[in-house]
């Protein structure tokens, strides 16, 4: 049996079961209109920059129930004019392009970087306009990829009722004086396999920041469930993530539906929109582990 | 352990000093005092009530003073030769006693009721009148008053009637919640008979506890607070509840569409004891038990609430009085369903108040007053379930509360016609249990049991001293309350300066300033702001630091005597601290089993910021006589800022208002007819909508392609949208008619005269259209419509 109970809704059913004389309306929201929504994330790493470009569908307006469909994205704007700048006026216009894989299509704004490259330290700006949208634009500084010093603490195994597993640990300095945001990956690398053991990032959130630790040790853990009795590599990578791709991705994590709590909104830094023109960089960190 | 013995040592030390001092004080200023003193108590002729605010005073030497809550009065006057002494108070007729005051007098006075439509002007003088209180942000309502304001279902309540004073907003459809200068209900310090009520709602906010039946005196302060009170950010609510008729049995009894109530009081032992006890019980359950039956072939469901107030007095003679009053008061809503014999369901949600107080007032000597308290106040809120199918049983308990151990010793101190001394000491052992949860399946490993306790104790020392200046122009009320508020691994210390001060440019014409710091150990966490039961008190912890606020306001106050009209105008700027507020997303209202323990841990779930209130109020109040009533208007701003919520960005509060209306007339015809109307009008709340959706997607950084797996709501702003404007009018009328052994009251009332759709909530709904696809539309639920109602009431 479920045990879940839910009191809100069982509270909801009483209170409307109080409120037998109920009436309603269908009300109007003034000014309510359409707006562009951007997603693109860019990374001095990255050959080739995308950028999603949808739209939303206010109250009040019909839709196509097939949003979300993994083949049909029927919210998708394919006549946006999406063009990237960089501070000295230097900008590039994104060619849409369509890619059909076996398992998906994949509908964007391509920017081959080059002739235009994305430098850390730099920032950009991202402007969309497509007819009947009011056009969008959104900024963003590219963190940089500075050496946070990544030190192998060791590995520990817990073998308990729920689980059977191998704890990695890790800590990094940070970068005092700033607020800086980060998000950590990793994988194990086995007699020249590489790749197929990629390892769980726990312990702490997928994106966190110094909040508490400015220039301090930040410790993070990866959780292995193979028992590796053999020399191995552990390649860890750290991604520095800018303030809004940190906010924008934490909010999506959180967003929750529930009645009688507060709504979570989906961050967004696009003016005019929604979504989130996000930056980030990376260090890659290999460590040779004796079993 | 040993932080507590020192915190307790220190308190015996801190009680021994505090005692030592006092004895010095007294006898100092006694030594001092060689003019003449008239003390005594006022009370009501027929009954031997005792009334509170009643005015004393002395027309040659423009000086008085007034009742407190006790009925107790004590006026020191310079001149020891013969003086006239007016004791007034409205509905009363006015007591004029020329005396020789050779010597300090004891005079118990008993004041007669007037004609409902007498006009109470005695000569310009001798009401107290706005002009001439040192206080401001201070709205007295009489509990008659509440008995004329028409009200839904015509079921009188005490905080729909403050509800239409300036400066608290109208709250939302139906809610009795108090929102007192961009307050939260959860700041509002809800007194009666010196006992904390912690959740003053019956039926989710449609009615409070209090009918005012057996009340005596209701007083709420939005600013300016005396240094006597404080626990609490934005208003006091004070209510005293009646002592009982002294000289005869008498009672009264209603019956309305969804309650009933019968109120008792007499003498035990006649002008020494006497006891009330009132009760009022909803029968909608029992009423309609019968055709749920009949539909549903078995299921039971209802709703039911009940209070009941209580109180006995005994007099040991002119010095002593002893009171014991109590308050229960609980809510229930119940679903059974035993129709089968392999399924049987019982569920439930109940809540409930109670609150117990036991006080002994003294007289030291005709200027110390002194009242000695001992207070119990329960707060409990409780979900049930048991599903039991064939052999297998499924049950949960999930109950949340706070209980309140006090003692209090108040002093007050009539030292000469220009300093009214007041100081005290308060204790309170707070002990709160958030939440505490227990689930039992067929699976004893699926058992969960689970208990979270806090406990604080919260002392306040205080001291205040109203004073007059400049012949009785300058009136200053300098205070300071001193609050220790100790929990587990933590200590913290509260100063709270008060300040209030009025000066008279004129007769009947002051201009007044006040200046309040406050500070809140307690926290509501609450959802929705309306009042839900499930709303959870908490205290502060070392993580959660205490709520403050400081508060400075002015204004003017000008009486028109001849017509017994008063103006107040007043301005004032909040700025609240430390305020808490649900994180985005955290419910605690979903339980789940299968979770761990620290899930229903509260204080991982809140957040704290910062508030900022101003405005303006204006009230123009009649008070007696044919024709009575008032109109208030309220001009304001809250906004709030959390670093968790809004992404840190400033928002304003759900219930910040910026216009706020109301008219109250009364208006009788003759000794048998009275008519009563109330219009509201209230700018719409401030909540946030789901204004669009749109799919969001993870990005992920080893691939940088985006993964679209939901469609989210655009919110926008939070709070950017604001509900429809607030507006009713409400009529009754009232049908009087006095006989030798009763007096009946026939009330014919209508709520929500004109129909006005107002919005209670708002809420998305998907329409579906084979050729268009699928739209969102955003409706708003009204729940009460025109409602008509009758009522009879009677008193013997």
């Known amino acids: ?291 | 352990m040993t932080k507590w013995l020192y915190i307790c040592q220190n308190f015996e030390k801190m009680k021994k000093t505090t005692s030592i001092s006092f004895l010095i004080f007294l006898i100092t200023f006694s030594a001092f005092s060689q003019k003449g003193t008239i003390s005594g108590y006022v009370y009501e002729k027929g009954s031997r009530e005792s009334l509170v605010g009643v005015n004393i005073y002395d027309p040659i030497a423009r000086t008085g003073t007034s009742t407190n809550i006790y009925g107790f009065y004590s006026l020191t006057l310079n001149s020891t030769d013969s003086v006239i002494i007016r004791w007034s108070y409205v509905g009363y007729k006015t007591v004029e006693k020329k005396l020789l005051l050779k010597e300090d007098l004891r005079l118990d006075i008993f004041l007669e009721h007037a004609g409902e439509l007498e006009e109470v002007v005695i000569m310009g003088e001798g009401i107290t009148k706005l002009s001439e209180d040192v206080r401001m942000s201070v709205m007295e309502i009489k509990p008659k008053d509440v008995k004329m304001i028409p009200a839904l279902l015509g079921e009188k309540d005490v905080f729909k009637a403050l509800q239409l004073m300036p400066g608290v907003q109208k709250g939302n459809e139906g809610s009795s919640g108090l929102y007192v200068r961009g307050g939260g209900p959860d700041q509002n310090l809800i007194i009666l008979d010196e006992a904390v009520v912690y959740n003053a709602n019956h039926l989710f906010g449609f009615f409070s506890l209090f009918n005012g039946d057996a009340l005596k005196s209701i007083e709420l302060t939005k600013g300016g607070f005396p240094a006597r009170h404080g626990g609490r950010l934005s208003s006091v609510v004070e209510m005293t509840m009646k002592d009982g008729n002294k000289e005869k049995f008498g009672g009264e009894a209603g019956i309305g569409f969804i309650s009933s109530k019968l109120l008792l009081e007499g003498p035990i032992i006649k002008d020494k004891s006497s006891f009330i006890i009132s009760g009022r019980r909803t029968y909608i359950d029992v009423l309609t038990q019968p055709f749920i039956i009949a539909q549903t072939q078995g299921t039971t469901a209802g709703y039911y609430f009940y209070d009941l107030n209580a109180k006995v007095n005994y007099d040991f003679g002119s010095r002593d009085k002893v009171y014991l009053s109590g308050y229960f008061g609980r809510d229930k809503f119940y679903l059974n369903d035993l129709s089968s014999s392999e399924s049987t369901l019982r569920s439930g949600l109940y809540w409930q108040n109670s609150t117990g107080t036991l006080r002994w007032n003294h007289l030291f000597n005709n200027k110390l007053f002194s009242n000695a308290s001992l207070i119990f106040s329960n707060y409990t809120m409780s979900v049930y379930a048991k599903n039991e199918y064939n052999s297998y049983v499924y049950s949960l308990r999930y109950l949340s509360n706070v209980n309140d151990f006090a003692a209090k010793y108040d002093l007050h101190y009539h030292l000469s016609p220009n300093h009214n001394i007041r100081f005290g000491i308060s204790s309170v052992y707070h002990l709160f249990t958030p939440g505490s949860i227990v689930l039992k399946d067929d699976d004893p490993s699926n058992d969960l049991k689970f208990t979270k306790r806090e406990y604080g104790i919260e002392t306040s020392l205080y001291v205040e001293d109203e004073m007059k200046f400049y012949k009785n122009k300058l009136r200053l009320n300098p205070g300071f309350r001193l609050t220790s508020f100790a929990v587990k691994g933590e200590h913290y210390w509260s100063p709270e300066p008060r300040f209030s001060a009025s000066y008279m440019l004129k007769p009947d014409f002051a201009i007044k300033a006040s200046y309040a710091s406050m500070s809140q150990f307690l926290h509501l966490l609450s959802h929705t702001g309306v009042g839900l039961p499930t709303d959870l008190w908490v205290p502060s912890t070392k993580n959660i630091r205490p709520q403050n606020s400081w508060q400075v306001a002015s204004g003017i106050a000008k009486d028109f005597t001849q017509n017994d009209l008063s103006l107040s105008l007043e301005g004032y700027y909040k700025k609240s601290d430390n305020i808490i507020g649900y994180k985005e997303g955290a419910s605690f209202l979903s339980i789940d089993g299968s979770g761990d323990a620290m899930e229903y841990d509260w204080e991982r779930n809140i957040t704290n910021g910062q508030a900022w209130s101003y405005g303006a109020e204006v009230l123009f109040r009649k008070n007696s006589g044919k024709f009575s009533g008032w109109v208030g208007y309220t001009l304001s701003w809250t906004q709030m800022q959390f670093d968790e919520l809004n992404f840190g960005e400033k928002f304003y509060a759900r219930y910040d208002r910026r216009h706020d209306v109301s008219v109250v007339s009364i208006f009788r015809f003759n000794e048998d007819i009275s008519l009563s109307a109330t219009w509201v009008y209230g700018t719409g709340n401030a909540i946030t909508l789901p204004f669009a959706s749109f799919s969001v997607g993870e990005h992920h950084l080893g691939t940088n392609n985006m993964i679209y797996n939901h469609t989210v709501s655009d919110y926008g702003e939070k709070n950017s949208f604001r509900m429809a404007p607030y507006h009713r009018f409400d009529l009754g009328l009232q049908i009087h008619k006095v006989r030798e052994k009763y007096e009946s009251t026939v009330e014919l009332g209508v709520y929500n005269l004109y129909n006005r759709k107002n919005p209670f909530y708002y809420y998305i709904e998907s329409v579906y259209n084979e050729d268009r696809g699928v739209k969102n539309v955003l409706k708003q639920l009204s729940i009460f419509p025109i409602i008509p109602s009758i009522s009879w009431n009677i008193k013997f």
């Open chain 1, 1 to 291: 049996m479920q045990r879940k109970i839910n009191i809100s809704l069982f509270l909801l059913a009483l209170l409307i079961l109080a409120l037998s004389c109920t009436k309603e309306l269908e009300v109007d929201i003034p000014n309510n209109d359409p707006k562009l929504v951007v997603h693109c994330f860019i990374s001095p790493q990255q050959d080739t920059l995308k950028a999603y470009v949808s739209k939303s569908r206010p109250v009040g307006e019909y839709g196509s129930t097939e949003n979300l469909n993994w083949w049909h994205r029927a919210d998708i704007v394919e006549n946006a004019v999406v063009v990237i700048s960089n501070s000295v006026g230097e900008s590039k216009t994104a060619q849409f392009v369509t890619e059909d894989t076996e398992y998906s299509i994949d509908k964007y704004y391509q920017i081959i970087t080059d002739g235009f490259s994305i430098q850390e330290g730099e920032t950009y700006k991202l402007s969309v306009s497509a007819p009947g949208f009011q056009s969008v634009w959104a900024s963003v500084a590219v963190p940089l990829a500075y050496d946070v010093n990544m030190k192998f603490k060791g590995i520990k195994h817990i073998d308990n009722e729920f689980n059977n597993v191998f704890l990695y640990s890790f800590d990094f300095t940070d970068l005092a004086g700033a607020e800086n945001f980060y998000s950590a990956s990793a994988y194990s690398v086995v007699d020249g396999w590489e790749g197929n053991q990629y390892m769980y990032n726990t312990a702490i959130d997928e994106y966190f920041s110094d909040a508490n630790f400015d220039g301090k040790d930040i410790g993070i853990q990866f959780v292995s469930y193979y028992d590796i009795d053999t020399t191995h590599k552990v390649v860890v990578r750290l991604y520095h993530i800018d303030k809004h791709y940190f906010t924008y991705s934490r909010s999506v994590d959180n967003y929750d539906e529930m009645p009688f709590s507060e709504p979570t909104p989906i961050y967004s830094n696009v003016e005019n929109g929604l979504g989130c023109f996000g930056s980030f960089t990376y260090s890659t960190y290999s460590f040779t582990i004796e079993p």
